[in-house]
T-cell receptor, first 111, second 112 residues
Framework: RKEVEQDPGPFNVPEGATVAFNCTYS??????FFWYRQDCRKEPKLLMSVYSSGNEDGRFTAQLNRASQYISLLIRDSKLSDSATYLC????????????FGAGTQVVVTP | DAGITQSPRHKVTETGTPVTLRCHQT?????MYWYRQDPGHGLRLIHY???????DKGEVSDGYSVSRSKTEDFLLTLESATSSQTSVYFC???????????FGPGTRLLVL
């Protein structure tokens, strides 16, 4: 079983719509959580950290559910520029700096 | 954007040949990492460095070695390339908090 699992998608989303997807992690000792964004043939870039109480950054909302061991990302009012692969990232309490990456969820926003 | 460059950006090589990839940073960050990314897999850590001459193995280190003689440079060497090492290689750096990592543009390596 993979440490971090994501639905690969693609999630096809009309422009202006809302899309949400989850990521599950297997290790209950996981400490920190992030969403990275990766455009086609580009490097991953940090989108946002995920805090226990949930957090928003503009049109993006991230949630953490420790009991069920998943994090979610919701994108409101989708833009064409939101088309990308979204990587779920988890760190472990006893493994500083070592990020566990999911394989990513592809989002395609269509006009 | 963080000042990270990787060279070469693309390389085609033959099985059995040595290959060295270079990561160069201008941010003076202490921590540097090498990952590989393959379809269906998340990025997987090959090796990392927590200072000059201080390195350690990641989860997929077999067949790879690294060196860091200067803060700004982190080299990844494939001693004898194999077709299974065909991949996209990303270098990353991080500040002291060790968690937010910034990635270089990647190197696409094809081993024939």
């Amino acid at each position: 079983r993979k440490e971090v699992e994501q639905d690969p998608g693609p999630f096809n989303v009309p422009e202006g719509a809302t899309v949400a997807f989850n990521c599950t992690y297997s290790n209950s000792a996981s400490q920190s959580f992030f969403w990275y964004r990766q455009d086609c043939r580009k490097e991953p870039k940090l989108l946002m950290s995920v805090y226990s109480s949930g957090n928003e950054d503009g049109r993006f909302t991230a949630q953490l559910n420790r009991a069920s061991q998943y994090i979610s990302l919701l994108i409101r009012d989708s833009k064409l520029s939101d088309s990308a692969t979204y990587l779920c990232v988890v760190t472990l309490t006893d493994s500083w700096g070592k990020l566990q990456f999911g394989a990513g969820t592809q989002v395609v926003v269509t006009p | 954007d963080a000042g990270i460059t990787q060279s070469p950006r693309h390389k085609v090589t033959e099985t059995g040949t040595p290959v060295t990839l270079r990561c160069h940073q201008t941010e003076n960050h202490r921590y540097m990492y090498w990952y590989r990314q393959d379809p269906g897999h998340g990025l997987r850590l090959i090796h990392y460095s927590y200072g000059v001459k201080d390195t350690d193995k990641g989860e997929v280190s077999d067949g790879y070695s690294v060196s860091r003689s200067k803060t700004e440079d982190f080299l990844l060497t494939l001693e004898s390339a194999t077709s299974s090492q065909t991949s996209v290689y990303f270098c990353a750096i991080s500040e002291d908090n060790q968690e937010t990592q910034y990635f270089g543009p990647g190197t696409r390596l094809l081993v024939l």
